[in-house]
């Protein structure tokens, strides 16, 4: 007679599902053990909020003045996550962040105006620069910056964009604009854009020895200047405003509408603009406080 | 040249001075991608075992879409991570953008399909031989794809370092899901981004410069826990 | 009367693609019997051996197992297989028999009790820590043989089991091979050595292209007469 593996076998079959069932749900707590440490690392109780901001905002070292300050005053940390103008709004639009602090005052009427903040308040301004190669090879150097712009397109000197839907891209369009010139008509190698956040764009200018607009912030932080300097300045058309957007909780409830106001508050309020207006550089303040009281 | 330099000295007394910020960043670097690995190990040492070892119909599709997986940019996880963890996203109201949490996700994600590859073609090979004695033992596809993960452990440990180095080493998924957030989810990489779009070049080089270090460091390690064992096994041959 | 068959083929033919490896083979395998499959080398002999195991199916014909009135299935036949490169897996011999066990869902007192009378058996037992991919060519036979039998299968398949050994080792596995068949364990042998089929086998098949061409008791096999190729073949003049 043969060996009697039939039943043997069959039960085989059945424990070892046992076994598979028993070895997923040690993977799956494994799992859960291993995220939750690092969850609760960045969770930790602390009291937060996401504010959406702009690279040149960043990179210029106000946050890292200024945030302390109100995180000492309020016991509200602020995450900053720093991205192009146009990400930032559409992050706040997104409700993924709790407010939004950004220059580019048309951009952040349409998010009020599509109900997105019931309100935009100014903070801040500081002034754009226009920053060429210090030769100047198409003669800006002055106090006019469209003219400067009109120069720059008929001696085909090379000028970098920012392309990236940042408030500094698209203050330069409105210059162009106002200059009646087409930037489509230009093309490279006489107008590059890069897509590209302050920091790269002139990294990128250095390197190429070509005209950029700028915000003074970023240009007073910036480190690796080569050859650049700044040409144009102190034009009203490069005036650059500040707001700040408290995203509204009747689009997106899950925001931390209370904290978010409370940092809006703080920063028009003396002690913000205190704050701002003791940050410097070199002895030099990047931005000037004008919320209205 | 003289950036380069510049880095080195400036590494050596990053390193030197123990900086509590500069610390932080590299221990939540190296917790996230090691996460990721882990998770990316579970998951993938198991999916590139069986895809070596089952037989069904669409396998060869299957294979196709990891191997075509294995380009898909770190940015474009990030991405796609993100898109998912976003408020407006399926999985928004867990609230995980802008934490470790996400970026352990999204590393995941990008290396999972490094390690089920790399997995499938070392126990494909190992199959060739082992097919025939392991299922005349009796054992079915899942349970000859456990055995041969045991079999080929060494060789998977170099798989799993593999994934470790790409995972620490990606800076566009964790830009996108973490924020770069200052004491949140700022790693070694996205600092690097950071200084080299402020222009503190030598800055960037000298972090990345500290990053091999630590990487260096932990390599260093695992084989001199492997040696004696190495040294054991020369010896019986 | 004779034995029913534990295994049995009725025209059975395997076909890869173009190629036909086996053609209407009518065979059965009977309880105690140590058949030696010889035959040049493309003659079929591992796919007639993988087809009897259960490993390969057959595209033509029928296997059947009959203890099981009517069912095609394996399910309470076992049969083990030694190959001729023994596969082990990188662990402790210990360790590969326990899983070999494991894998047949044996507790674990019945595991280690067979361990270690299949160690004894193959005269292993000084070797049970050690890495099994550390054994020398007939020890890791013998540890193949050795897990094999401990599993205690109904046929014992092996594919020219000491076709890579010295002749040291060559002599050790044969002796081993000898022990189990004086024990009526049922073996099915496929080998190049005439030699071997002769000290061990009771019944030898000779495949030739695919078929079975001869299928006659040992004597029988050895002395009577036999088709042309069959002769040339015992007399080395066919090709290998």
């Known amino acids: 007679m043969v060996n009697h593996h039939g039943a043997r076998d069959a039960a085989l079959q059945a424990g070892r599902r046992r076994q598979f069932a028993r070895a997923a749900r040690v993977l799956a707590s494994v799992l859960v053990l291993v995220l939750s440490p690092v969850a609760r690392a960045a969770a930790a109780g602390e009291r937060f909020i996401v504010m959406a901001s702009t690279t040149s905002t960043e990179q210029s070292g106000l946050f890292a003045h200024l945030l302390p300050a109100f995180q000492q005053a309020s016991g509200i940390q602020v995450r900053v996550v720093a991205v192009g103008t146009g990400q930032a709004i559409e992050m706040a639009r997104r409700g993924d962040a709790d407010l939004a602090f950004v220059h580019d005052t048309a951009a952040e009427e349409k998010f009020v105006a599509d109900g997105f903040a019931t309100r935009r308040q100014n903070v801040m301004y500081n002034d754009f620069v226009l920053i060429g190669p210090a030769d100047d090879p198409a003669g800006v150097a002055g106090r006019d910056v469209v003219a400067a712009l009109q120069k720059i397109a008929a001696s085909g000197a090379p000028f970098l964009s920012r392309g990236d839907k940042s408030g500094t891209h698209a203050a330069e369009l409105r210059l162009w604009k106002r200059a009646g010139l087409e930037p489509s008509g230009l093309k490279a190698p006489a107008y590059r854009e890069c897509g590209c956040g302050m920091g790269p764009a002139l990294n990128m200018a250095s390197t190429l020895n070509a005209y950029v607009l700028a915000d003074r912030g970023t240009w007073l932080a910036f480190r690796n200047r080569a050859a650049l300097k700044i040409l144009v300045q102190g034009d009203s058309s490069l005036f650059n405003q500040y707001g700040v957007l408290v995203v509204n909780p009747a689009k997106h409830p899950h925001v931390k509408n209370a904290d978010a106001q409370a940092f809006a508050d703080w920063v028009v309020s003396a002690p913000g603009q205190a704050a701002i207006a003791s940050y410097k550089v070199g002895g030099e303040p990047l931005f000037f406080p004008n919320a209205r009281p | ?237 | 009367m004779e034995a029913p068959a534990l295994i049995r083929l009725r025209q059975a033919g395997v076909r890869f693609g173009a190629i036909q490896a086996l053609d209407a083979i009518d065979v059965g395998v009977r309880r105690g019997e140590c058949i030696a499959l010889v035959g040049a080398n493309g003659s079929g002999k591992t796919t007639l051996l993988r087809l009897l195991h259960g490993l390969q199916g057959c595209t033509t014909g029928a296997r059947e197992v009959p203890a099981h009135v009517g069912r095609l299935s394996t399910a309470g036949l076992r049969c083990a297989m030694v190959f001729q490169r023994p596969f082990l897996l990188n662990l402790s011999v210990n360790q590969n028999l326990n899983i070999a066990l494991w894998l047949r869902a044996y507790p674990r007192q019945e595991r280690l009790r067979r361990a270690g009378e299949a160690l004894e058996r193959m005269g292993l037992v000084a070797l049970a820590q050690r890495p099994a991919r550390t054994l020398s060519g007939g020890q890791q036979q013998r540890l193949a043989l050795a897990i094999a039998w401990s599993t205690d299968p109904d046929v014992l398949f092996l594919d020219e089991p000491t076709a890579n050994l010295d002749p040291g080792a060559k002599r050790e596995v044969e002796a081993a091979i000898a022990q189990l068949a004086s024990e009526g364990l049922t073996l099915v042998m496929s080998t190049h050595n005439l030699g071997q089929a002769k000290r061990l086998a009771s019944r030898v098949l000779y495949l030739e292209n695919g078929r079975l061409l001869v299928d006659a008791p040992v004597d029988q096999f050895f002395q009577d007469r036999l088709p042309a190729s069959a002769e040339q073949f015992l007399k080395g003049e066919r090709s290998w």
């Open chain 2, 1 to 237: 040249m003289q950036t380069v330099f510049e880095s080195f000295e400036l590494a050596l007394r990053l390193l030197a001075a123990g900086d509590p910020q500069l610390l932080q960043i590299v221990v939540l670097s190296l917790k996230v991608s090691a996460s990721a690995c882990l998770i990316g190990a579970l998951v993938g040492l198991l999916l590139g075992a069986w895809l070596a070892v089952a037989r069904f119909a669409g396998q060869q599709a299957l294979v196709w879409a990891l191997n075509t997986l294995l380009a898909l940019p770190s940015v474009v996880v990030g991405l796609l991570v993100y898109l998912l963890l976003s408020r407006a996203g399926p999985l928004g109201s867990w609230g995980l953008l802008f934490t470790p949490s996400a970026m352990v996700l999204a590393q995941s994600v990008l290396v999972i399909p490094l390690i089920a590859a790399l997995t499938r073609r070392l126990v494909l090979t190992a199959w060739r031989e082992a097919a025939d004695p392991l299922r005349s033992l009796g054992a079915g596809p899942l349970t000859a794809a456990i055995l041969l993960l045991v079999h080929e452990r060494r060789a998977l440990l170099t798989v799993v370092l593999t994934a470790f180095g790409r995972a620490i080493a990606e800076v566009g998924a964790v830009m996108m899901v973490g924020g770069n957030v200052l004491g949140v989810t700022r790693v070694m990489t996205t600092a690097i981004a950071l200084e080299t779009s402020k222009g503190d070049l030598a800055l960037a080089l000298a972090l990345g410069l500290v990053l091999l270090a630590v990487v260096g460091c932990i390599n260093a390690a695992l084989s001199l826990l492997q040696a004696p064992h190495s040294a054991e096994r020369a010896a019986l041959v």
